[in-house]
């Protein structure tokens, strides 16, 4: 540490020139080989940080390529319908990214002729674009300065500056969105914002951060004060929500029912089987065929009242788990014949084969109902 760098000392311009000049030089040797690194495409990019919101690298990774490859710039995205979006989005998660990114898409185009706009207020106005990701795009693709705090560069900054309080709170998001303004340099905005979020996450770790490694330990409050393990505050996680659901595959011929969830469902603009929440308590115990048949009449009796359909020969043939977000769900996954006519309303509802499912787009316990469904029908002579 020379004479001029005091622990935790970024208030002074040369100490945050020396901050700026050891990060950019770690940055070069250590920095991931990425896609969206590669390109200053701002279409690109956007597509990654969108993707890159609660979704790791390596799971981004082959999602990405095969988006861009359907959807190679924002006019062809604005052309596409909802639908093959959310297919090309399957897997991937939190829906409503994908859905916003076809409506910003249309923004961009109708609005901007198709060119990205530069200024962060600009960027903000569009769906789907908060802070972080307007600056994100405005110093990843145009090497403008634009201050970022997102989850890796909370912890850091959090770090660098000591602070005691929560992050997440009013005043401490303040506190890191000042920070970052004043990290900022005139030129290679891009570069910098990249190598701070890199830091974080290969560096400024959740849990034993590798300050041996890090290149401005000189710079750190918690470093300075050994408080590296108790910033930022870490917050008791949310208990899980255990959830019991039925989804029901009723067939008529060689085709399913499946239905678009609606607006104000979870997975909003997806296909999916009709699907019930059961109660837990009754479905905890082991699996007997006096819970099966008891959960194939209550299943029966909501597709009675809520489709008006009537069913036949119904099966349990299989039982998922699944995360989402807060909740645990265990799902059974039912079979029925309709037994005859149906009223079902065309614009909710579609019969679909087995086929037209793998090109649908459905939530992923959907898809792996179709699957087990296809896998059932090819073993069967
Ligand atoms: S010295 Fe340690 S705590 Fe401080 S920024 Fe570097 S890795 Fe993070």
Redesign the pocket.
């Known amino acids: 540490m020379s004479g001029a760098e005091q622990p935790g000392d970024l208030t002074t311009a040369a100490a945050l020139v020396s901050f700026r000049r050891r990060l950019n030089a770690w940055y070069r040797q250590h920095a991931r080989p990425l896609p969206w690194r590669e390109t200053s495409d701002p279409y690109s990019i956007w597509v990654s940080e969108i993707m890159l919101q609660q979704t790791t690298v390596a799971a981004v990774i082959p999602f990405y390529h095969r988006f861009l490859t359907r959807f190679p710039t924002v006019r062809q995205l604005a052309d596409a319908s909802e639908e093959e979006v959310l297919q090309y989005w399957e897997g991937l998660g939190y829906y409503s990214r994908g859905r916003n990114l076809r409506k910003a898409a249309i923004e961009i185009v109708n609005q901007f002729d198709g060119e990205f706009p530069r200024a962060v207020a600009d960027l903000e106005r569009l769906p789907g674009i908060g802070r972080y990701t307007a600056g994100a795009i405005r110093s990843f693709a145009f090497d403008l300065p634009a201050p970022i705090v997102e989850a890796n560069t909370q912890r850091?900054y959090a770090?660098?500056i000591g602070l005691d309080g929560d992050v997440a709170s009013a005043s401490g998001k303040s506190t890191l969105w000042s920070f970052a303004e004043r990290l900022q340099p005139k030129k290679s905005a891009g570069k910098l914002n990249q190598a701070l979020m890199e830091l974080g996450a290969q560096?400024?770790t959740v849990s034993n951060?590798?300050?041996e490694q890090?290149p401005?330990?000189m710079h750190?409050q918690?470093?300075a004060t050994g408080r590296?393990e108790t910033i930022p505050t870490r917050k008791a996680r949310p208990q899980l929500t255990h959830l019991v659901e039925a989804t029901c595959a009723i067939h008529r011929d060689d085709r399913f029912l499946v239905r678009l969830r609606q607006p104000d469902e979870r997975w909003a603009g997806l296909w999916d089987f009709p699907r019930f929440e059961l109660s837990a308590l009754k479905y905890e115990d082991r699996s007997t065929q006096r819970r099966i048949h008891k959960l194939i009449r209550e299943c029966e009796e909501s597709l009675r009242q809520e489709l008006a359909v009537s069913v036949t020969q119904g099966e349990l043939v299989h039982e998922l788990k699944h995360g989402v977000t807060r909740y645990a769900i265990r799902l059974f996954c039912l079979t029925w014949e309709l037994e005859g006519p149906t009223n079902i309303p065309g614009d909710r509802f579609s019969w679909k084969t087995l086929t037209e499912l793998e090109t649908t787009p459905m939530p992923v316990t959907g898809r792996k109902f179709v699957s087990w469904l296809k896998r059932r029908k090819n073993r069967v002579p």
């Open positions: 850091l770090r660098l560096v400024c951060p590798r300050c890090c401005v330990p750190c918690a470093f590296q």
